[in-house]
């Protein structure tokens, strides 16, 4: 289930900037969460 979750965030987010903290915060990925986020 979070697999297909985060594939649907993902097609719907494409190149948007906050796609990996969207991931991050609906299924818990952290590795989509970009560097410079996580610098921020």
């Known amino acids: 289930m979070r697999a297909h979750v985060r594939a649907r965030i993902e097609t719907m987010l494409a190149?948007?900037?906050?796609?990996?903290?969207?991931?991050?915060?609906a299924v818990g990925a952290?590795?989509?969460?970009?560097?410079?986020?996580?610098?921020?």
Do not use: K
């Open 15 to 25: 190149d948007a900037p906050h796609r990996g903290i969207v991931v991050a915060l």
């Open 30 to 40: 952290q590795d989509a969460v970009s560097d410079p986020d996580w610098t921020l």
